[in-house]
């Protein structure tokens, strides 16, 4: 079976730095990704780690953990912008099929 | 903006109709996925075509078909329509490996 989990909402105030955690349990990893969707858009492209360790991309790093089958999103300097919800999602087969999460919905407070 | 292009943007049919999805994807990328995405829910995986060939299928029954063209584009068909397709269906293009791009969506409501 597949199963990834992420906390369903988040709070964080503006300027600050938050952390949304992902596990997973999946049958094969090709790759873990990060996208970003504001309400009523389509999933946008954050991150992709494929090895253990950190990826950095300016205010957005993501970290990968294969053997704990865990990863990590950190957004630095928030702002209200970044109210959205963030889908960790695992690439399970060698073509390019996506096992999502439900979301995390990060609200950005001033 | 990502290149890739949904229509139409918004959709309501009737219980028992069919329904067709078009997508166009970005320009170089052969592999194409469809989601469905329920409210407050993640991105269900419906299938993917690559080079024109269904290359997996999520479980999603027979009545959810597609197509790729040989321009990449693709089509989603839904037959016999069900209260609970209402859903924003996603396109995503990518070459095979590749992170996916996705398209605006569709909002389908089915009454």
């Known amino acids: 079976g597949q199963n990834i989990d992420q906390p369903t909402e988040m709070t964080a105030t503006e300027g600050a730095i938050v952390q949304i955690n992902c596990t997973y349990q999946?049958?094969?990893?090709?790759?873990l990704f990060w996208y970003q969707q504001h309400a009523g858009e389509a999933p946008t492209f954050l991150s992709y780690?494929?090895?253990?360790g950190l990826e950095e991309k300016g205010r957005f790093s993501s970290f990968l953990s294969r053997s704990k089958g865990y990863s990590y999103l950190l957004l630095k300097e928030l702002q209200m912008k970044d109210s959205a919800s963030y889908l960790c999602?695992?690439?399970?087969?060698?073509?390019?099929?996506?096992?999502f999460g439900a979301g995390t919905i990060l609200r950005v407070k001033s | 903006e990502t290149g890739v292009t949904q229509s139409p943007t918004h959709l309501i049919k009737t219980r028992g109709q069919q329904v067709t999805l078009r997508c166009s994807s970005q320009?170089?990328?052969?592999?194409v996925s469809w989601y469905q995405q329920a409210l407050g829910q993640g991105p269900q995986f419906i299938f993917q075509?690559?080079?024109?060939?269904?290359?997996g299928r999520g479980n999603f029954p027979p009545r959810f078909s597609g197509l790729q063209f040989p321009n990449y584009s693709s089509e989603l068909n839904v037959n016999a329509l069900e209260l609970d397709d209402s859903a924003l269906y996603l396109c995503?293009?990518?070459?095979?490996?590749?992170?996916?791009?996705f398209g605006q969506g569709t909002r389908l409501t089915v009454v």
């Open positions: 999946t049958s094969g990893f090709n790759g």
């Open positions: 780690n494929v090895l253990d």
């Open positions: 320009s170089g990328h052969n592999t």
């Open positions: 995503a293009s990518s070459l095979l490996r590749t992170e996916a791009f």
């Open positions: 075509y690559y080079r024109e060939e269904e290359n």
């Open positions: 999602a695992v690439r399970v087969s060698y073509g390019n099929k996506l096992v």
